[in-house]
């Protein structure tokens, strides 16, 4: 059931998430979360890489470009005619599937180096079997590389908070549930779908990459690169907007929690069994 939920929730969304990824990902996957994953994968040529939830295949397409050899697959059918389409138009080489990332039975045990999972983790319902999957099909040596919104600042149960010590305000959150995983439901931006993303703590992603022989070697909490901005007369919760001030208190307030909380997590593990 959750298969056929999660495969309508991103086919409905299709079409806008390919407009807004383009080429070059979302802008937080292009400034903020990318250029990391580019730095812990460092040298890909003749690589053979496997990325699960691929989308529309930007990601994949960057990879391609720097001469590796690359397999996309994704659980939305819609979002992969979108890749199938710009593989037409500039053709790269990619070989794109639709698949579930827990259930890869038809790709080859140890026959990539290198398996990815950019900002897709948290939307997969059954993380364990796409981990153990991810694993499978490396060979010995390979390298499994995610990223993920951070779950301690992106949990399940938070509240935007301002608050007062040694006499100055700052801008955070108060967390009030983290350890226990749960569901949740998210509108993708302005499409207005309602897809369904998966709070975990930290400690059940290291869990599950123990589990599946991974041991990890790379660990990288990014803080978001965007910009505090200027709120625009009569523009409604500023207030509990971490990118938009009103006065130049409220734009320091929110740059220092821009700059010190992190958004993102980029973890890599190796295939050590």
Known sequence: ???KLKKSEWDRAAAFWDA??????????EHD?????????????NKRILEIGCGNGYFSRMLARRGAKVTGMDLSSKLIDFALMREKEKPLGIRYLVRDAAHLRDLK????????GNMCLMDIADAKAAIREASRVLKAGGRFVFSIIHPIFHPHSKHRHIFKKDGKKYFGYTVYRYLSPAAEKFVIWASGVKATAYHRPIEVYIRYLRAAGLLVDTFEEIATNKKVKRAKKGEKGVKWRRSRYRTSAEK??????????????VIGATKVR
């Open 20 to 29: 807004e990824a383009g080429e070059k990902g979302v802008w937080h996957q």
């Open 252 to 265: 320091k307030m929110k740059e220092m929690t821009l700059r010190e909380l992190p958004q993102f997590l």
């Open 33 to 45: 979360v990318d250029p990391v994953m580019l730095k812990v994968l460092g040298n890909v040529r």
């Open 109 to 116: 045990t140890k026959s990539f180096d290198i398996a990815i």
């Open 1 to 3: 059931m959750a298969t």
